[in-house]
């Protein structure tokens, strides 16, 4: 029984790890040559250039997150909401020598 409850929570782990936006990032984009990645993404806001002809280019998406109201469950004019916030995505594409994208890291960050 034990031994089941443990498989269970394993599978549902490995399973959880598979919807993260950096997996979807990697199956999407990995192999794609930098053209490809301009049509999609545009023009990277800065390129870094790392040793042996690999380059680094970097996305980075602002985005304002306006208060939203939550519910409290308590009388109806009772007001409660999330305060503003700026959302920062960084998308960071490692491309080879020869212009293929094989390594693809992605951060998020909010401020108040």
Known sequence: MKIRTILILVGLLAGLTQCSMQIKLTREYKGRTQEELMVRMGRPKSIENI?????IS?????????PASINTGQFQYDKFESPRA???EIYKFYIN????VEEVKYDVSYER
């Open 51 to 55: 040793s042996g002809g690999r380059k």
């Open 97 to 100: 020598a020869q212009g293929r």
């Open 86 to 88: 700026l959302k920062t």
């Open 58 to 66: 970097i996305y980075e998406k602002t985005k304002y997150l306006k």
